[in-house]
């Protein structure tokens, strides 16, 4: 529920009320039951906000894998999301202007959707209607965290909200405010980050022919170009469309009329969906692996692009970030139930030792495809070409692709 005046104390608080700290609180007051947990969301950015690049909740989409589906499932919003969700029923996989082509789909795999597309949008109001709508999380919004130091007890932040700035204490602060986070900076907390020299150009855009709830993925010489299936509206064909770009492709697009960008597209993708007809909004922002080098400290945990930010080849930022956020509802419903504190530091390093082998493998797996398929080298562009037909020739090798981008590899 929308507060104006927090109290002196939280048991949790969570920074940043996007779609993972969302996510998070919704899939902790599912597990909370009869517990009671005093819960603190602070977000930055009102819902009813007017610049869309502002906010998490923009007019740009996010493809779920079916391990996502199962995570939204299990806090009763699947249902409420209904006709936003495009099913994914085959991904195509291809190398522009090489052989070697691989097609996965949900009947072989057994499963009823290898994946769905929302936009995030949609999938915000959902999560804050239920945020609002909460007995058992307060919601201060919009708020900014002005100083953050650690207590013996935890955490205390400072709080800036309309005119007032309060100050409040917590027993375990989780960030789930983004890869610029300013609150991890105060905090001194480094990253590795390894640039890719490459942008992404994402924008909605409408096709000539259905996509049949098919999503395209192909490599080209800039790197990887996906179209996913949106639902359509007004009788529109709809696509999602992520374009990866360098850095000077990137710049010199963004400039671009639509009907100047629309053939250099169309020259990229191909006709798989006949003509593209419109380009939305675009949004371009540049590309990295980055991570945080400190998950956990006493009193603190880092969640979503604050504690790792992957290229978004295959869709596997937020994923991850649903299976980090169930692995922490878990370690902390547990300890709560064994009487320890929420930011004993015992407890934090017991949900990365859980998540750090899904993390890692993700991590590479986003890496290499990234710079595997965005390289001219010769003995990349074999290695690809006999890899896609390899995928494509055995169905072991596609199952372990499908498990890994359904978000249900065994690696975990």
């Not at 309060?166 to 001194?188: F, M, R």
Request: hydrophobic letters at 40%; proline letters at 3%.
């Amino acid at each position: 529920m929308q507060i104006t005046r927090p109290d002196k104390f939280y048991d949790l608080v969570v920074v940043g009320g996007g779609m993972v700290g969302a996510s998070f609180c919704c899939a902790l007051e599912q597990a909370l039951g009869e517990t009671s947990l005093s819960i603190l969301v602070i977000e930055a950015i009102p819902p009813n906000a007017n610049s869309a690049k502002k906010s998490s909740f923009d007019a740009r989409s996010t493809a779920l894998s079916f391990g996502s589906r199962k995570f939204f499932e299990g806090i009763d919003l699947w249902q409420t999301l209904g006709d936003a969700v495009s099913a994914i029923h085959e991904i195509q996989v291809s190398d522009r202007g090489r052989l070697g082509c691989v097609e996965i789909n949900a009947d072989e795999q057994g499963v009823e959707a290898l994946g769905y597309v929302v936009e995030n949008k949609r999938l915000g109001q959902v999560l804050n209607a239920r945020l609002n709508e909460s007995k058992k999380i307060n919601l201060l919004c919009p708020a900014l965290v002005s100083s953050v130091k650690a207590t013996e007890k935890g955490m205390q932040l400072g709080l800036t909200h309309g005119d007032t700035e309060t100050i409040i204490d917590a027993s375990l602060v989780v960030l789930a405010d983004g890869g610029k986070s300013h609150v991890c900076e105060q905090l001194g907390i480094a990253r590795s980050i390894e640039r890719y020299d490459q942008h992404a150009l994402i924008a909605n855009i409408v096709l000539e022919k259905p996509h049949e709830h098919i999503a395209f993925e192909r490599f080209t010489d800039t790197g990887p170009l996906a179209v996913l299936p949106l639902k359509s509206i007004e009788g529109k064909n709809r696509g999602s469309l992520v374009w990866t770009l360098s850095v000077e492709q990137a710049a010199q697009y963004a400039e671009l009329e639509e009907e100047e960008l629309l053939p250099l597209l169309q020259e990229r993708f191909g006709y798989k969906l006949g003509k593209i007809l419109e380009i939305g909004e675009t949004f371009v922002y540049p590309l990295s692996l980055s991570l945080a080098k400190e998950q956990v400290r006493p009193g603190l945990a880092l969640l979503g692009n604050v504690a790792h930010t992957l290229h978004p080849v295959a869709g596997q930022g937020l994923n991850l970030a649903l299976r980090d956020a169930r692995a922490l509802v878990d370690v902390l419903m547990s300890a709560q139930q064994h009487g320890l504190g929420l930011g004993e530091v015992n407890v934090l390093l017991e949900y990365v030792a859980g998540q750090e082998a899904d993390q890692a493998t993700t991590t590479q797996f986003t890496h290499n495809i990234t710079k595997l398929f965005s390289s001219n080298n010769e003995a990349k562009v074999w290695l690809r070409k006999f890899g896609l037909v390899a995928i494509e020739i055995l169905p072991t090798l596609r199952r372990s692709l499908a498990e890994r981008a359904m978000g249900l590899s065994k690696s975990r």
